[in-house]
């Protein structure tokens, strides 16, 4: 039986060190890519990364906003999109996809955007629409970046519920 717990334990241990990350508070899993590092997290910022060389960021971040009825969903993504277009300058959106991760609704939402000096002008978005909060992964990248255009679009796909 011991024998058993130490080859879980370590089991655990190694996916950990490959990046999975699993948060039980705010319900999401995540696999980071090699080479992406951890950087202080602005106020408001559950976690953030920058990825080989600063071409590109992540940061996933909680709302206290939840879902609404399935009759309601179309409505909900609009209202998510155009609060993202508000708030973006020049927002030209690339990809818009709702799909179901078991119970959860998932949200995709790919869009360029004019950069501000240093900033990236692709934003790859998925959002975790739980019933009480939603969590947020976005990831901002230079498009002519291949790798970390390869790492972003595996890491979005990672992003999953987690529900312990």
Known sequence: MKLVAVVLLVAAEAATARGTLQDGQHNYQIAIAPG??????????????????????LAITRVEVGRVGKDLQPR?????????EKS?????????????SGIVPVLDLVYERSAPAGGHPLVMNRFLLFRRHTV?????????????????????????????
């Open 76 to 84: 909900m993504v609009d209202e998510i999109e155009r609060g993202v």
């Open 36 to 57: 992406w590092l951890p950087v202080d997290a602005p106020d408001g910022t559950l976690l953030a990364y920058q990825g080989p060389g600063k071409r590109a960021h």
């Open 88 to 100: 973006t300058r020049a927002y030209h959106r690339l990809k818009r996809k709702l799909t179901m």
């Open 136 to 164: 947020v992964l976005s990831i901002a990248i230079d498009p002519g970046e291949r790798t970390a255009r390869r790492d972003a679009d595996a890491m979005i796909q990672s992003f999953t519920p987690f529900l312990p």
